[in-house]
């Protein structure tokens, strides 16, 4: 049984931080682990992602220079440092984990974590 549990969201001021975590559970080892968020009446987008071998990342240009994502292979967990927030990044964040499978694409979800910024 694959589970995502996200942490570290809340409420904060506008310039403030936050950290996410996401802790993955289960007997894989994903290929790429990443974070989205989606606000009230909005789609979900793409905010980082990490490739857990290698550890390369990519993040939306919304937030380049803000928030970083980094993970801890040996606990299965990634987090999302997010610095000098501001209330357009309000939202759920949903931790996303792909694992690659002879060419199948499977996507797994966190249940989301709320983040408010304040103004």
């Known amino acids: 049984q694959v589970q995502l549990v996200e942490s570290g969201g809340g409420l904060v001021q506008a310039g403030g931080s936050l950290r996410l975590s996401c802790a993955a559970s289960?007997?894989?080892?994903?290929?790429?682990i990443g974070w989205y968020r989606q606000a009230p009446g909005e789609q979900r987008e793409l905010v980082a992602t990490?490739?857990?071998?290698?550890?390369?990342?990519n993040y939306a240009d919304s937030v380049k220079g803000r928030f970083t994502i980094s993970r801890d292979n040996a606990k299965n967990t990634v987090y999302l440092q997010m610095n000098s927030l501001k209330p357009e990044d309000t939202g759920v964040y949903y931790c996303?984990?792909?694992?690659?499978?002879?060419?199948?694409?499977?996507?797994?979800w966190g249940q989301g974590t709320q983040v408010t910024v304040s103004s």
């Open positions: 990490i490739i857990t071998s290698g550890g390369t990342t």
């Open positions: 996303n984990a792909v694992l690659l499978i002879m060419g199948s694409r499977h996507d797994y």
């Open positions: 289960g007997f894989f080892r994903f290929n790429v």
